[in-house]
Nanobody, 118 residues
Framework: QVQLVESGGGSVQAGGSLRLSCQAS????????MGWYRQAPGKQREMVAF?????????APSVKGRFTISRDNAGDMIMTYLQMNSLKLEDTAVYYC??????????WGQGAQVTVSS
């Protein structure tokens, strides 16, 4: 199993920045792709960005140019980060990290709440 712990959420005004961190441990491999996902109230969970085992990145159109995903393979863990700049009201959601694709690991973490206000 993979254990996931997200941190770094919070409340910020529109235009502000936040940085999310995710610690993945357990049955995780250095070359696993890792992704950030989010779920807004009343909406389905969606993929925000992912980073491959060799550092290639991909972003949802809604966040491209504002968010940056990165990773650090630290020993038996994978740290994944999401730098979020120029935040918008519609970025308000609970953010989760997981493998990409997420079907590889059904055990989601608790998520990190991000609230953007005007």
């Amino acid at each position: 199993q993979v254990q996931l712990v997200e941190s770094g959420g919070g409340s910020v005004q529109a235009g502000g920045s936040l940085r999310l961190s995710c610690q993945a441990s357990g049955s995780i491999f250095r070359l696993n792709h890792m992704g950030w996902y989010r779920q807004a109230p009343g909406k389905q969970r969606e993929m925000v960005a992912f980073v491959t085992g060799i550092g290639r990145t991909s972003y949802a159109p809604s966040v491209k140019g504002r968010f940056t995903i990165s990773r650090d393979n630290a020993g038996d863990m994978i740290m994944t980060y999401l730098q979020m700049n120029s935040l918008k009201l519609e970025d308000t959601a609970v953010y989760y990290c997981n493998t990409y694709p997420s079907m590889l690991n059904p055990n989601w973490g608790q998520g990190a709440q991000v609230t953007v206000s005007s």
